[in-house]
């Protein structure tokens, strides 16, 4: 049998570079660079097994080569690694592990500490008061830097050549030169870092620069010029040309920085101002310009003018225009056919006269109103007028026509609108006439339909009941003899018999003396003669009482009840009066009926025919 002793290494050591680096040493590497580091075991039995060990992650080595240590059995290892180091490995532990069978506890290990050399990188912090504004705000500019080893921070300008060796720039308060863009770097004995910028923006309100073509400008009428402005600001300004009148107001004549006047005339004249404008926050900053002064030379021109114009006969009539001229008009006449009337003369023709005036504008420089009064316009003066004005550089000629219309024809035209809205109006009214007569009717007919709707203060009685209703004829009425004769005796009854219900006198009686009327809804009814003799002056029961004539009335001239029309209720009493007046009547109202048979029905007595008896 053969005996093999397990023997752990002797020694673990580390080396770069070819020298041995203590236990827990430094190495000094370089960032971005790859390195070689060695891990040597010695005098072990059997070989070893080596690994490596960086932050946490394990490495295997590249190259492991076992050799015999010269006059003995046990081996000699050694295990390599290369590896990129980066400023992230800066203090980190590099372990180089050793697996053997010898140990009962776990790994063997060599370790080294790790010095990586890096350029600096750097970064920028800004700390200010919000907006940046001239004069106003704070600014601090801090500059931080990361490098081994220990790099040296500088600030620079774009643009300048001098640089800062400081970490940190401040501008309380901050002013609009210190507007730029500014660059920090950091050096070490490893390199220069990459450089970081920032930009300072100052913001400022506007400051008009410059104005051309100056404070003054001349221009012929009909030409062109240019007003220019220029202005310093931050943000960049909008711009905007006004044209300053004392009269009309302020007009804006241009929203850029040139204000492009052509063909210009004499209402281009006046003063005008560039207004730069921004807003810092949200407050609108604006800065003006000098007055520019615009001043127009040239011929004259109509600047106002009616070229048709109108006039009654017989009346008087103004034709004006209004003109400017620099210098001022030589010449200024009103023309027609072979007249020439210049401004401050007059003149008479067949009844009618001619004035021509010229007065200054009471509103603008260099302007003027001529008037041309006709006095009792004729129809001959129905024709062309030319105005002529005339200066140093030229002359304008403008013409009016006026149109004579007979005072007539203007009368006839009100006479005729004033009988259409007359004649309007009477419609209006008729219309409206009748739209309310329509709307009567309307409301009688749904007043009728109600009252044959009703349901009858009687509810037994059953409308199938009606066919039993049948007329009830005296032959022993002693009217019938009268009637014959010619007399007029007392009206025919119209008489209805019903076997449902007999109400005696007293009764009739209480129930009129609520309502007028016998019942609240229609009834039907009959005549009970008592004691009637053959002749017709021995009726018995005598005049009947006030509630016997009402119910009379209502026998004579049937009603509905007060759920009817008023209008009906009103005909049947009048009706009932001037019956009752008739001396006929009068004569025999010893004969009236002292008790009546009425019969409820929800069937309305309107329907009945009546039966003469």
Same mark, same amino acid.
């Given at each position: 049998?053969?005996?093999?002793?397990?023997?752990?290494?002797?020694?673990?050591?580390?080396?770069?570079?070819?020298?041995?680096?203590?236990?827990?040493?430094?190495?000094?590497?370089?960032?971005?660079?790859?390195?070689?580091?060695?891990?040597?075991?010695?005098?072990?039995?059997?070989?070893?097994?080596?690994?490596?060990?960086?932050?946490?992650?394990?490495?295997?080595?590249?190259?492991?080569?076992?050799?015999?240590?010269?006059?003995?059995?046990?081996?000699?290892?050694?295990?390599?690694?290369?590896?990129?180091?980066?400023?992230?490995?800066?203090?980190?532990?590099?372990?180089?592990?050793?697996?053997?069978?010898?140990?009962?506890?776990?790994?063997?290990?060599?370790?080294?500490?790790?010095?990586?050399?890096?350029?600096?990188?750097?970064?920028?912090?800004?700390?200010?008061?919000?907006?940046?504004?001239?004069?106003?705000?704070?600014?601090?500019?801090?500059?931080?830097?990361?490098?081994?080893?220990?790099?040296?921070?500088?600030?620079?300008?774009?643009?300048?050549?001098?640089?800062?060796?400081?970490?940190? !720039?401040?501008?309380?308060?901050?002013?609009?030169?210190?507007? %730029?863009? $500014?660059? +920090?770097? &950091?050096? /070490?004995? *490893? =390199? @220069?870092?990459?450089?970081?910028?920032?930009?300072?923006?100052?913001?400022?309100?506007?400051?008009?620069?410059?104005?051309?073509?100056?404070?003054?400008?001349?221009?012929?009428?009909?030409?062109?010029?240019?007003?220019?402005?220029?202005?310093?600001?931050?943000?960049?300004?909008?711009?905007?040309?006004?044209?300053?009148?004392?009269?009309?107001?302020?007009?804006?004549?241009?929203?850029?920085?040139? !204000?492009?006047?052509?063909?210009?005339?004499?209402?281009?004249? %006046?003063? $005008?101002? +560039?207004? &730069?404008? /921004?807003? *810092? =926050? @949200?407050?609108?900053?604006?800065?003006?310009?000098?007055?520019?002064?615009?001043?127009?030379?040239?011929?004259?021109?109509?600047?106002?003018?009616?070229?048709?114009?109108?006039?009654?006969?017989?009346?008087?009539?103004?034709?004006?225009?209004?003109?400017?001229?620099?210098?001022?008009?030589?010449?200024?006449?009103?023309?027609?056919?072979?007249?020439?009337?210049?401004?401050?003369?007059?003149?008479?023709?067949?009844?009618?006269?001619?004035?021509?005036?010229?007065?200054?504008?009471?509103?603008?420089?260099?302007?003027?109103?001529?008037?041309?009064?006709?006095?009792?316009?004729?129809?001959?003066?129905?024709?062309?007028?030319?105005?002529?004005?005339?200066?140093?550089?030229?002359?304008?000629?403008?013409?009016?026509?006026?149109?004579?219309?007979?005072?007539?024809?203007?009368?006839?035209?009100?006479?005729?609108?004033?009988?259409?809205?007359?004649?309007?109006?009477?419609?209006?009214?008729?219309?409206?006439?009748?739209?309310?007569?329509?709307?009567?009717?309307?409301?009688?007919?749904?007043?009728?339909?109600?009252?044959?709707?009703?349901?009858?203060?009687?509810?037994?009685?059953?409308?199938?009941?009606?066919?039993?209703?049948?007329?009830?004829?005296?032959?022993?009425?002693?009217?019938?003899?009268?009637?014959?004769?010619?007399?007029?005796?007392?009206?025919?009854?119209?008489?209805?018999?019903?076997?449902?219900?007999?109400?005696?006198?007293?009764?009739?009686?209480?129930?009129?003396?609520?309502?007028?009327?016998?019942?609240?809804?229609?009834?039907?009814?009959?005549?009970?003669?008592?004691?009637?003799?053959?002749?017709?002056?021995?009726?018995?029961?005598?005049?009947?009482?006030?509630?016997?004539?009402?119910?009379?009335?209502?026998?004579?001239?049937?009603?509905?009840?007060?759920?009817?029309?008023?209008?009906?209720?009103?005909?049947?009493?009048?009706?009932?009066?001037?019956?009752?007046?008739?001396?006929?009547?009068?004569?025999?109202?010893?004969?009236?009926?002292?008790?009546?048979?009425?019969?409820?029905?929800?069937?309305?007595?309107?329907?009945?025919?009546?039966?003469?008896?």
């Amino acid at each position: 049998a053969r005996l093999t002793v397990r023997v752990p290494p002797e020694s673990i050591s580390i080396q770069y570079s070819g020298s041995r680096v203590v236990d827990g040493g430094m190495v000094t590497l370089l960032e971005e660079k790859k390195e070689t580091l060695v891990c040597e075991t010695r005098l072990s039995n059997p070989a070893p097994y080596l690994y490596w060990k960086l932050g946490g992650i394990v490495y295997q080595s590249d190259t492991q080569e076992n050799f015999t240590e010269p006059g003995t059995i046990k081996y000699r290892s050694l295990a390599t690694i290369s590896l990129t180091f980066t400023k992230e490995h800066q203090g980190k532990t590099l372990e180089c592990l050793v697996s053997h069978p010898a140990y009962l506890d776990g790994d063997g290990s060599a370790y080294v500490q790790l010095d990586v050399l890096y350029r600096p990188r750097v970064e920028i912090s800004r700390d200010s008061s919000g907006e940046l504004e001239d004069g106003k705000g704070r600014l601090r500019l801090t500059c931080s830097a990361q490098g081994n080893p220990e790099p040296t921070i500088s600030w620079i300008r774009y643009g300048e050549e001098e640089a800062q060796a400081v970490d940190t !720039l401040e501008f309380d308060p901050v002013r609009r030169e210190n507007s %730029g863009i $500014y660059i +920090c770097s &950091a050096n /070490n004995t *490893i =390199g @220069k870092s990459d450089e970081e910028s920032t930009e300072v923006n100052v913001l400022y309100p506007p400051r008009v620069v410059r104005v051309s073509p100056g404070s003054s400008v001349t221009v012929l009428a009909r030409n062109r010029t240019k007003l220019v402005c220029e202005a310093d600001a931050n943000p960049s300004p909008k711009y905007q040309w006004l044209h300053l009148h004392k009269k009309q107001g302020v007009k804006k004549r241009s929203l850029t920085s040139e !204000l492009l006047l052509e063909d210009i005339g004499y209402g281009d004249e %006046g003063e $005008y101002v +560039c207004e &730069a404008i /921004n807003v *810092i =926050g @949200k407050d609108e900053r604006v800065a003006r310009s000098q007055v520019v002064q615009v001043n127009v030379e040239g011929v004259p021109l109509v600047t106002r003018i009616i070229k048709n114009a109108v006039a009654m006969s017989g009346r008087d009539v103004r034709l004006e225009a209004e003109f400017c001229s620099d210098p001022r008009p030589l010449k200024n006449t009103w023309e027609w056919e072979e007249v020439i009337l210049p401004a401050g003369t007059q003149i008479e023709r067949s009844g009618t006269t001619y004035t021509a005036e010229l007065s200054n504008h009471p509103d603008v420089k260099d302007c003027y109103i001529s008037r041309l009064i006709i006095r009792r316009v004729s129809q001959t003066d129905g024709r062309n007028y030319i105005l002529n004005v005339q200066n140093d550089h030229g002359f304008s000629l403008e013409t009016i026509q006026l149109d004579v219309k007979d005072p007539l024809s203007m009368a006839s035209l009100v006479g005729v609108v004033v009988s259409f809205l007359v004649s309007l109006v009477l419609l209006s009214i008729l219309l409206i006439i009748i739209y309310r007569k329509q709307k009567l009717c309307f409301k009688n007919a749904d007043l009728d339909n109600q009252d044959e709707n009703k349901v009858s203060a009687y509810p037994d009685y059953k409308e199938d009941k009606v066919e039993q209703i049948q007329p009830v004829k005296d032959t022993q009425s002693p009217l019938t003899s009268s009637a014959k004769d010619g007399d007029l005796g007392i009206p025919v009854y119209q008489v209805y018999s019903h076997p449902v219900r007999h109400l005696s006198q007293s009764s009739l009686v209480s129930q009129t003396s609520g309502s007028g009327y016998p019942g609240a809804g229609h009834t039907s009814f009959s005549t009970v003669q008592t004691g009637l003799s053959s002749g017709h002056t021995s009726l018995t029961g005598g005049l009947p009482s006030l509630q016997h004539s009402e119910v009379y009335g209502q026998l004579h001239l049937p009603t509905t009840s007060n759920r009817g029309s008023m209008k009906r209720r009103e005909r049947s009493q009048s009706g009932l009066e001037s019956y009752l007046s008739i001396p006929a009547v009068q004569d025999h109202q010893e004969n009236l009926p002292n008790s009546i048979q009425l019969s409820n029905s929800s069937f309305p007595v309107s329907r009945w025919k009546p039966t003469k008896v």
